[in-house]
C-alpha cells in the first residue's frame, strides 16, 4: 500500500465503529502507520447506529468522542458511513472528528460517468454520497445492502444465502464503473464483490480513509531497521467481548482481545 512512516510525535488515534468494520481501516493503518497509537471502540452496547434518531446519534458520539479523548487520543475517526452522517454535527469538541464519506467520494476515479454505491439504509438515505458525486455527465445509483453486515460479521461470506443477497443487491449495478462499497464490513467480502461485479472498479473509502490519515499524522519515513516498532492496538467494546473477539476473527481473520467498556452514566 506504500512505505510505513512514523506518526507525528503525541498522535494517537481513536477509531469508532458500532461493530467491527472499522477493524479493515485499523489494518490498512498497520502497513501505512505501525507505530500509530490507536484505540479501537467498538459501540455494540447501543443500538445499531443506523437504527438511531439524528440527533440521539450525534449525542452518542459526542459522548464517545468525549471519553476517547480522555484516554489520550488526539484525533477520532468514524470508521463508520453511518455514524459519519452525523459527522457535521460533531463540531466543539475536545479533539478533531473525521467522518469516512468524504474519503469514499475523493476515491472515487474522476473518469467514472456511472458510479454505484452499496450501503445501509441510513448511509443511502443520507444522500451524502449521491450529492458528494454528483456532478454533469454522471449518474449514480444507490443500493441499500443491509443483509450483508450481518453475513460478514458471523463468517458466512462463502454461503449460498450471502451470495444469493448480494447478487440481487448489485445486479442493477454491473453496467457501473466503479461501485463504492460505502459500508466498512464490505471490503471484507472484496473477492464476493469482485465476482458478482465483474469489470467493475470497487473503492474502498477505508483504503483512501488510511493514506489520508498517513499524510496528515505521519511523521517522516521511517529509517529504523525493519520499519517502525507496531504501537499497541487497545481495543474496546460497549457490547460483547467474546462477540467480538469472534465477529473480528470472521470478517478480518484477526485476533483482538476487546476490554469492556462503559460511558459514564449510561
Known amino acids: 500500500m506504500g512505505v510505513a512512516a512514523d506518526p ?18 485499523v489494518r490498512a493503518l498497520d502497513e501505512l502507520l505501525p507505530s500509530l497509537p490507536i484505540t479501537y471502540w467498538s459501540d455494540t452496547g447501543a443500538a445499531p447506529y443506523g437504527l438511531v434518531p439524528t440527533a440521539a ?109 448480494l447478487r440481487h443487491i448489485v445486479a442493477p449495478l454491473r453496467a457501473a464503473d466503479a461501485v463504492v462499497l460505502a459500508c466498512t464490513h464490505y471490503p471484507a467480502a472484496t473477492a464476493q464483490f469482485a465476482a458478482a461485479l465483474p469489470g467493475v472498479e470497487l473503492v474502498d473509502p477505508a483504503g483512501r480513509l488510511a493514506l489520508d490519515l498517513c499524510d496528515r499524522l505521519g511523521g517522516r519515513t521511517s529509517e529504523a531497521a525493519g520499519g517502525p516498532s507496531p504501537a499497541p492496538r487497545t481495543h474496546l467494546t460497549t457490547g460483547d467481548p467474546a462477540a467480538m473477539r469472534r465477529a473480528a476473527h470472521l470478517a478480518w481473520s484477526v485476533d483482538v482481545d476487546p476490554g469492556p467498556v462503559r460511558l459514564a452514566g449510561r
Not at 507525528?8 to 481501516?25: E, K, M, N, R
Not at 454535527?89 to 476515491?107: N, S
Request: proline share 5%; net charge positive; aromatic share 2%.
Open 8 to 25: 507525528a510525535p503525541g498522535a494517537h488515534l481513536g477509531v469508532v465503529d458500532w461493530g467491527i468494520g472499522g477493524l479493515g481501516l
Open 57 to 165: 446519534l450525534a449525542a452518542r458520539l459526542r459522548a464517545v468522542v468525549g471519553e476517547l479523548a480522555s484516554r489520550g487520543c488526539t484525533e477520532v475517526v468514524l470508521a463508520c458511513n453511518a455514524a459519519s452522517t452525523v459527522a457535521p454535527r460533531l463540531t466543539g469538541l475536545a479533539v478533531p472528528v473525521t467522518g469516512i464519506i468524504g474519503a469514499g467520494i475523493a476515491a472515487v476515479p474522476t473518469g467514472a460517468d456511472r458510479v454505484g454505491v452499496v450501503g445501509g439504509r441510513r448511509t443511502i438515505a443520507s444522500g451524502a454520497y449521491r450529492r458528494g458525486l454528483s456532478r454533469p455527465g454522471r449518474t449514480v445509483a444507490s443500493r441499500v445492502a443491509q443483509p450483508l453486515s450481518a453475513h460478514i460479521e458471523a463468517g458466512r461470506t462463502g454461503s449460498a444465502d450471502f451470495a444469493a443477497d
